[in-house]
């Protein structure tokens, strides 16, 4: 299966301590997500508000995520008010990530709170968890009001067509160049930042040794000091994002098998054969005794 990459930057506008993360992969990323579910029969029940609302949530996610000096494992999981489903979606420390929808009762339906929990988890360290009431259904700004509350730093969120950037306050910036642009003027005001104008892509085909091996050269690079510099811009790391999901019938089994007998004989019901869908990716798995 074919998983095409999504190149991003991270910069810094050191000027007005300033960090923006842009991709121009949002083509690639959502062509990602679409090939995974093929593959798999997966999402063909999703609304079009769903797809929406999944496919901003996995873009806002992801510049999310690549705003930090360390990588790590994110978890989403959002309940809009007066929604009958709610979102997740998971950003894996090598750049993968996946998402779904999941059915909540009717009476969500008339919830008009909403709830949204991010947990972080950094190797060799402990979990964080944030939990917020949202101040707003719309993706991005809930993903702005996650920085502004739980990190302390007010972000910005621009997205279109083709392109995603998240701007970064670092502490004692000069936040007033961009907190109040519109997401068009936002995108235009980054552009104007870099001297050639246009940030190129390489096309290609997932492979996972190339890829890491690529990354992790220019990642080396950029970390000895000689980071490439774009008119005011200072570009200090290279990532890759695609979609995938790291469950497979082993892990199930595995799963199954840790629970006391008990619960095994309920899962099971007296039949050979059992379907187990993935928490994350709602790939259907099936097991056999």
């Given at each position: 299966m074919d998983r095409p990459l999504a190149l991003y930057r991270r910069y810094f506008w050191e000027k007005k301590n300033i960090i923006f993360v842009y991709t121009a992969s949002v083509d690639k990323l959502l062509a990602s997500r679409s090939n995974y579910n093929t593959a798999f029969t997966i999402g063909a029940s999703e609304t079009p508000d769903q797809r929406r609302d999944l496919e901003e949530l996995m873009l806002c996610a992801s510049l999310a995520a690549e705003s930090q000096m360390t990588r790590e494992m994110w978890?989403?999981?959002?309940?809009?008010?007066?929604?009958?489903?709610?979102?997740?979606?998971?950003?894996?420390?090598?750049?993968?990530?996946?998402?779904r929808t999941t059915s909540l009762p009717k009476a969500a339906r008339n919830d008009v709170i909403g709830a949204i929990a991010v947990q972080r988890v950094e190797e060799?360290?402990?979990?964080?968890?944030?939990?917020?009431?949202?101040?707003?259904?719309k993706?991005?700004?809930?993903?702005?009001?996650?920085?502004?509350?739980?990190?302390?730093l007010p972000a910005r969120i621009a997205l279109s067509?083709?392109?995603?950037?998240?701007?970064?306050?670092?502490?004692?910036?000069?936040?007033?160049?961009?907190?109040?642009?519109?997401?068009?003027?936002?995108?235009?005001?980054?552009?104007t930042l870099l001297s050639d104008g246009e940030i190129h892509e390489e096309t290609?085909?997932?492979?996972?040794?190339?890829?890491?091996?690529?990354?992790?050269?220019?990642?080396?690079?950029?970390?000895?000091?000689?980071?490439?510099?774009?008119?005011?811009?200072?570009?200090?790391?290279?990532?890759?994002?695609?979609?995938?999901?790291?469950?497979?019938?082993?892990?199930?089994?595995?799963?199954?098998?840790?629970?006391?007998?008990?619960?095994?004989?309920?899962?099971?019901?007296?039949?050979?054969e059992l379907s187990i869908e993935c928490p994350r990716c709602g790939r259907t798995h099936i097991l056999h005794k």
């Open positions: 978890g989403w999981t959002v309940r809009l008010p007066f929604k009958s489903y709610g979102l997740f979606c998971g950003v894996e420390a090598d750049g993968s990530l996946c998402c060799n360290a402990p979990v964080r968890q944030t939990m917020l009431i949202p101040r707003d259904t993706i991005r700004l809930i993903v702005e009001q996650y920085f502004d509350e739980s990190e302390q067509a083709t392109e995603g950037l998240l701007a970064l306050s670092m502490p004692q910036a000069a936040w007033q160049e961009v907190g109040d642009l519109s997401e068009k003027d936002l995108l235009a005001k980054f552009h290609q085909v997932y492979d996972e040794a190339d890829v890491a091996a690529r990354v992790k050269a220019q990642y080396e690079k950029l970390k000895s000091g000689s980071a490439l510099s774009h008119g005011d811009l200072k570009c200090t790391h290279e990532a890759v994002f695609f979609y995938d999901c790291r469950c497979s019938g082993e892990q199930m089994t595995r799963m199954i098998t840790s629970l006391p007998e008990a619960q095994q004989k309920d899962l099971w019901k007296g039949t050979n």
